[in-house]
């Protein structure tokens, strides 16, 4: 028998396992907090959509053992299982939540199954805040390893939806951690959760996308449990074994390597790599289209008075190839979130992109229409579908010829340029006191603030 040999499968398990809340430094911890503020915030104004509101009302119908919270239902509880879902899709109903890089949306995937589990818990086991900020680290760096295992999943996916996919082993291995499960359940729990994973591509900028993050903290929630219940499957799920897919099922060049132990200290992949937080609510890549629209709208402003869209002959767009975000004359709100022609032309003619871009109203607006007429792309071969070297930028060809560019290289809330304290709160504010009253909203952030001292960490989810 070979004893001793370290599967990567084994090392994930055994890292999920011995991580201590001593391996998680300070900006580790206030980056984790920022997303987890986030997020909350973005998943109260998404309890507002239609596709949120579909979502609860299927799961009203299995409300069984109705313990967990609800983003923005005081008094509603649902199934552990269930208000994890109803929250990941609120959490990216509006495409509004955080994004990492390799691309996926880490926070949404893993905190509603958190916020769910420890509700879950019986009181004697309640886990306490740092335990909680602990777990979400635990999700959001085994997602960070997963992704680095493919070159692949470095730049904007074409496949599967990577939340689908690392999002639901990420929720196992948070949900996992929470619920203290030993290494060998550990293990199991990102098996089960495998297969259970993965949405494909074609359904982004659908209102079926939400779903795969709400499915995915769900269903790792319900992996970890699975586990945690005896089920078993395959040890070696995150093993490249040749002839035989496990988590390569996902990824045409995967190549695995297993995760130290964390000894007196572990630099988590959050240290090193910060996500980005969205300013309004649509895809990442529309925040560089839109911050050059708006600096050559001022250009145009300067240059004639005023911002007149008869003086212009052609938008030129320089994008990266991306299919399912170059969408030419978006029909829906999902598709509009999702064009960067679109975008483009909203800030263009408005100066800025905001919650009522989106509305029916708008994105059919005759002189919207009549703008995204005039739009060209081009792909230059420098700019490349990957979040961390895309720019954006937009040539205005006048009528008489002359040519004004704007153009954006990071915009404000990416991870070179951070978004300050002061406007993380005052998006928080502004989203959360759309569905709580301001006593509610501020005690919510002194929580979040105060999370490694927080006795019980299922005060975080009641109180939403
Ligand atoms: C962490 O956040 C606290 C409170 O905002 C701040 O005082 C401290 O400087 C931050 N630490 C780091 C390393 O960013
Ligand atoms: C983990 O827990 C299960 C169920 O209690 C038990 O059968 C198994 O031996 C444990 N494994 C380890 C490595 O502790
Ligand atoms: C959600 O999960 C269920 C159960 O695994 C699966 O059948 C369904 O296809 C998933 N849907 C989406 C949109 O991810
Ligand atoms: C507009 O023109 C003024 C005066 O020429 C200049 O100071 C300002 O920077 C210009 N603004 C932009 C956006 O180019
Ligand atoms: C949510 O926050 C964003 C960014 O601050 C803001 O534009 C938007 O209006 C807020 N949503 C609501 C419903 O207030």
């Not at 263009?348 to 509305?359: A, I, P």
């Not at 989203?431 to 975080?460: M, R």
Request: hydrophobic share 45%; aromatic share 8%; net charge neutral.
């Amino acid at each position: 028998m070979l004893l001793c040999i370290i599967t990567v499968t084994s090392s994930f398990a055994s890292f999920i396992h011995g991580v201590q809340p001593e391996h998680l430094s300070e900006v580790v911890r206030n980056r984790s907090k920022r997303m987890i503020l986030d997020s909350i915030g973005v998943g109260l104004v998404g309890s507002t959509t239609r596709v949120f509101n579909i979502a609860l009302q299927y799961c009203q119908l299995y409300a069984s053992n109705a313990v967990s919270s609800v983003y923005g239902r005081k008094g509603l509880k649902l199934s552990p299982t269930l208000a994890a879902f109803t929250n990941g899709i609120a959490a990216h109903s509006m495409d509004f939540d955080d994004t990492w890089h390799p691309a996926t949306h880490p926070s949404g995937a893993v905190l509603p199954a958190l916020l769910a589990a420890s509700q879950m818990l019986p009181p004697s086991s309640k886990p306490n805040g740092l335990d909680f900020l602990l777990a979400f680290n635990v999700g959001i760096e085994v997602q960070g390893r997963l992704m680095r295992f493919s070159t692949e999943a470095h730049n904007i996916p074409k496949r599967f939806h990577p939340p689908s996919v690392v999002g639901t082993m990420g929720s196992a291995a948070a949900t996992a951690k929470l619920l203290s499960l030993n290494v060998t359940q550990c293990a199991h729990a990102l098996a089960i959760a495998a297969s259970l994973a993965g949405a494909p591509m074609a359904n982004a900028a659908t209102q079926a996308k939400p779903l795969h993050i709400g499915n995915a903290t769900r269903l790792g929630l319900e992996a970890a449990l699975l586990a945690a219940w005896g089920m078993e499957a395959s040890p070696l799920i995150l093993d490249d074994i040749p002839g035989c897919s496990g988590f390569s099922a996902f990824y045409g060049d995967y190549r695995p390597k297993p995760l130290p132990l964390p000894a007196n200290s572990h630099e988590f992949l959050l240290e090193k790599q910060d996500v980005a937080f969205k300013r309004f609510p649509a895809h990442l890549g529309m925040h560089w289209i839109v911050d050059a629209a708006v600096s050559v709208r001022n250009l145009l402003i300067n240059y004639s008075g005023s911002f007149s869209p008869s003086l212009i002959h052609a938008i030129v767009l320089r994008i990266p190839v991306s299919k399912y975000i170059n969408r030419p004359f978006p029909a829906s709100e999902h598709q509009a979130r999702h064009s960067f022609q679109f975008n483009a032309c909203t800030a263009l003619l408005d100066g800025k992109v905001g919650l009522n871009s989106f509305t029916d109203g708008c994105i059919h607006r005759r002189e919207l229409t009549e703008l995204l007429a005039k739009v060209l792309v081009e792909h230059p071969e420098d700019n490349i579908a990957n979040f961390d070297k895309m720019y954006g930028e937009v040539a205005l060809v006048l009528e008489n010829g002359d040519v004004l560019t704007g153009r954006c290289d990071t915009f404000y809330g990416h991870w070179r340029k951070p978004l300050s304290r002061e406007s993380l709160l005052n998006k928080f504010r502004s989203n959360a006191s759309h569905v709580l009253p301001d006593n509610k909203v501020n005690s919510i952030i002194a929580t979040v603030d105060n999370l490694e001292n927080l006795p019980d960490s299922s005060q975080l989810a009641s109180s939403l």
